[in-house]
């Protein structure tokens, strides 16, 4: 009896055993596969990171060239601003009639000293700041 006992008891223990041992596996497979979805979510977003990435870097790539090309364009026209101030030394530029604006020089003197129209020598005077005497 105590043989038949026992026995049932290990059935018992081992139908448990099984259910634990089961219910353990279909809870591990359940996390293995919440696991794997998070690290393909995790790569794709890496992935699409990475693409933005490269594209910002091209971006800014052709953002130098293009800033690069500007400052070779723009490097030679402080010379050729001078060049044509200077070209013609008896006319004053307009640089040059503003610092007699500047030094109270009336309308009627920046026409006749720069050979500005009436219109552009009052233009002069108001943009620096002086009234027409």
């Known amino acids: 009896m105590i043989v038949e006992v026992a026995v049932v008891f ?3 223990l ?3 055993t099984l259910f634990l041992f089961l219910a353990h596996t279909k809870r591990q497979r359940k996390l293995d596969a919440a696991r794997d979805e998070a ?3 995790r ?3 890496i992935k699409e990171l990475a693409r933005r990435l490269d594209n910002y870097q091209n971006g800014t ?3 130098g060239e293009a800033l690069h090309e500007l400052r070779a364009t723009v490097a030679p026209l402080p010379d050729k601003l001078t060049a044509l101030e200077q070209r013609d030394p008896s006319t004053l530029s307009f640089a040059q009639a503003a610092r007699l604006v500047g030094m109270g020089a009336s309308i009627d003197e920046l026409t006749q000293s720069c050979g500005l129209t009436q219109a ?3 233009l002069m005077t108001k943009l620096h ?3 027409p005497s």
Do not use: H, S
Request: net charge neutral; proline share 0%.
């Open 10 to 12: 290990l059935g018992i």
């Open 14 to 16: 081992w139908a448990v």
């Open 39 to 41: 690290a393909a979510l």
């Open 43 to 45: 790569d794709q977003r």
């Open 61 to 63: 790539v052709r953002m």
């Open 120 to 122: 552009e020598a009052q």
């Open 129 to 131: 700041g002086n009234t």
